[in-house]
C-alpha cells in the first residue's frame, strides 16, 4: 500500500499562486509515476499534469504555461507550482501515485480560486 498527504490548498484570489505538495509513503518501488487530477464540482475527475520516471511532464491545455509539476524522488514527493490562477481553477486536486499498473489517490485539497 501507498498512502499520499496533500498539502498546500486555500482560498486565493484571481491571478495569484498557490503550490501543492504530495508526499507519498509505504511500499514504494520504483518505476513510478506521480501526478495531479483535480475535480471541480458537478465534473467529471481530469488530468491536470503527470511527471514520468524519466522525468517527462504532461499538462492539460487548460494550465500549460500556469502550472509546473516537479518531483523529488529522494523524498517521493510531488508538488504542483499554480501561477496565474483562475476561478475555473477552482476544485478539489487529488495527488496520484501510478506504479506497476496500480494507482493510489489522495484524499484531496480543496483550492479555491475567488476574488
Known amino acids: 500500500q501507498v498512502q499520499l498527504v496533500e498539502s498546500g490548498g486555500g482560498l486565493v484570489q484571481p491571478g495569484g499562486s498557490l503550490r501543492l505538495s504530495c508526499a507519498a509513503s509505504g511500499n514504494i518501488f520504483s518505476p513510478y509515476a506521480m501526478g495531479w487530477y483535480r475535480q471541480a464540482p458537478g465534473a467529471q475527475r481530469e488530468l491536470v499534469a503527470t511527471?514520468?520516471?524519466?522525468?517527462?511532464?504532461n499538462y492539460a491545455e487548460s494550465v500549460k504555461g500556469r502550472f509546473t509539476i516537479s518531483t523529488d524522488n529522494d523524498k517521493n514527493t510531488v508538488a504542483l507550482q499554480m501561477n496565474s490562477l483562475k476561478p475555473e481553477d477552482t476544485a478539489v486536486y487529488y495527488c496520484?501515485?501510478?506504479?506497476?499498473?496500480?494507482?493510489?489517490w489522495g484524499k484531496g485539497t480543496l483550492v479555491t480560486v475567488s476574488s
Open positions: 511527471i514520468s520516471p524519466g522525468l517527462s511532464t
Open positions: 496520484n501515485f501510478r506504479t506497476f499498473g496500480m494507482d493510489y
